[in-house]
Nanobody
C-alpha cells in the first residue's frame, strides 16, 4: 500500500512562493501519473498539476506559468513549486498517485480525482496579506 505524505504548506503574502513536497513510501518511477490537487472550503477538489512516468506535464489554466510540478524518482518525491501566489490559491493541497492505463493515455482525464488510487492527507496553503 503506497503511502503519500505532503509537506511544505504554510502562510504567505500575495506574490510569494512555496514549495510543496510529497514523500512516497515506495519507488515512484513506475507510477503512471502523480499529481497535485487542491480543495478550498465549500468547493470541489480540483486538479492543479499532473506529471506522468515519462515526464509529461499538465497544468490547470489558473496556475500555468506560476506553478511547476516535478518528480525526483531517486528520492521517491513529488514536488510543486508555486510562485506568484494569489489569494485564490488558498486551499488544502493533496498529492495523488496511480491511475488506470486508459486514463494515463488520455491527458484530458488526468484531472479527475476519482481516477487516482492513492492520496496523501494534505497540506494547507494560505495566501493572505
Amino acid at each position: 500500500q503506497l503511502q503519500l505524505v505532503e509537506s511544505g504548506g504554510g502562510s504567505v503574502q500575495p506574490g510569494g512562493s512555496l514549495r510543496l513536497s510529497c514523500a512516497a513510501s515506495e519507488h515512484i518511477d513506475s507510477r503512471s501519473c502523480m499529481g497535485w490537487f487542491r480543495q478550498a472550503p465549500g468547493k470541489e477538489r480540483e486538479g492543479v498539476a499532473v506529471i506522468d512516468a515519462d515526464g509529461k506535464t499538465e497544468y490547470a489554466d489558473s496556475v500555468k506559468g506560476r506553478f511547476t510540478i516535478s518528480r525526483e524518482n531517486a528520492k521517491n518525491t513529488l514536488y510543486l513549486e508555486m510562485d506568484n501566489l494569489k489569494a485564490e490559491d488558498t486551499a488544502m493541497y493533496y498529492c495523488a498517485a496511480d491511475v488506470p492505463v486508459y486514463v494515463r493515455k488520455r491527458p484530458t482525464t488526468w484531472f479527475k480525482p476519482t481516477e487516482y488510487k492513492y492520496w496523501g492527507q494534505g497540506t494547507q496553503v494560505t495566501v493572505s496579506s
